[in-house]
């Protein structure tokens, strides 16, 4: 294999690779060997079909999956050979892909930076010696009274300890030091591996972490921005008085069979197979016919039943089912109808007024209450659209690849915030790192482009 490397930013890589033609036809006749044994075709049996006609059949797609293998698999041997830290995946070009030649292509990508931090013994011995000093004030040794204990001994005892913090301390000191030095912005904590730690020599580290992305943002005359227009009609203050009596239905009871739409208190025990089943089975349960609550079938299943009545029903869980013992499965419900209240809606009166906090302007007053409210959320909704408009038409114009560290801190933060949303028992990192990846992401590149915007056009 033949790798060379071109350095085209301070932080992008041009990496040439060859695959020798010998090392391309191994492997496309692996492929050819392992499809010869499983292939049918008619006229032959299985695992006997001559490797002429399996060639000509399947060696195009052999050949094609031997290639993209063989890509992924270079490209990480030449990172290694090169000593290379990708900071994403390689964008790959094919320079030379013909059968019976070798194979050639460049992979283009962003490294995470290396840097090289060297510390004199000098400084290391300074900073040991201040703090065995500093322990000797104040150590308790047998024998010796406190401040008087002999240099020797403090260093015989405590030595090890202090080199050891005075190292750490030193680490993150001239690492800052050395990113202010080079106007690095690192995004996260470097990952650090010692190259020289031997007592009585200099200290060398290697500090390899990522930065954030420079970038200008363009693109502002390409974003098309939709400006709503819309007014809250005296329809609209109509549909909403209706809604808020709606959710301030009462239920009253009635001496009827039940209808969509009516409150029944149920008791019901479920079984599958005969069996019952674990929150199968309830007692005085508040059910509102047509609600959706209860699995498909189910409710409709009460429709028509009378206070006092006991109905077997038989609904099916869906094929989606959370619970996935149940998924798909017929159940047989036996369902007693306690009571049945049907559902009344306040009327418009003070009363009714009074539970929003209008206590003058009886309807009127009411109707321009509402109104104000509408209006006031009819110009969030707008405001919100035209700026969701905006960061999307950013976020078009100006792609850039952030750092992992950013999308990792942002994904815990999601999962903090989920977690304080919804309660339960859960811990945030019990919670998936994919259901927030794309938000993150989002969050992040949104983030990094808007306070780009902030300092590219000066605004305060």
Known sequence: MQVSVESTSALERRMTVGVSVERIETEVNKRLQQTARRAKVPGFRPGK??????RQRYEDAARQEALGDLIQSTFYEAVVEQKLNPAGAPAVEPKSFEKGKDLEYVATFEVFPGMTVGVSVERIETEV???????????????????KVPMSVIRQRYEDAARQEALGDLIQSTF?????????NPAGAPAVEPK???KGKDLEYVAT?????????????????????????????????????KQNTRFEAAERAAENGDQLNIDFVGKIDGEAFAGGSAKGTQLVL???????????????????????????????????????KTAEFTV???????????????????LFGVKEGGLEGFRAEVRKNMERELRQAIKSKVKNQVMDGLLAANPIEVPKALISNEVNRLRVQAVQQFGGNLKPEQLPAELFEEQAKRR??????????VKQCELK
């Not at 010696?129 to 401040?147: D, E, M, S, W």
């Not at 299943?301 to 998924?327: C, H, S």
């Open 129 to 147: 010696n201040k703090r065995l000093q500093q322990t000797a004030r104040r150590a308790k040794v047998p024998g010796f009274r406190p401040g």
């Open 209 to 245: 972490f990522e930065v954030f992305p420079e970038f200008t943002v363009g693109g502002f005359e390409s974003i098309a921005i939709e400006r709503l227009q819309a007014d809250v009609a005296d329809a609209d203050v109509d549909n909403m008085l209706e809604i808020l009596r």
């Open 176 to 184: 800052y030091e050395a990113v202010v030095e080079q106007k690095l």
């Open 336 to 354: 007693t109808v306690n009571s049945i209240a049907a559902p009344q809606l306040p009327e418009l009166n003070d009363d009714f007024f009074a």
């Open 444 to 453: 992040v590149v949104l983030g990094l482009v808007v306070a780009e915007v």
């Open 290 to 328: 047509g609600s959706g609550r209860m699995i498909p079938g189910f409710e409709d299943a009460l429709v028509g039943a009378k206070a006092g009545e006991e109905r077997v029903i038989n609904p099916t869980f869906p094929a989606d089912y959370q619970n996935l013992d149940l998924a798909g």
């Open 196 to 198: 020289s730690f031997e």
């Open 49 to 54: 079909v001559p490797m002429s006609v399996i």
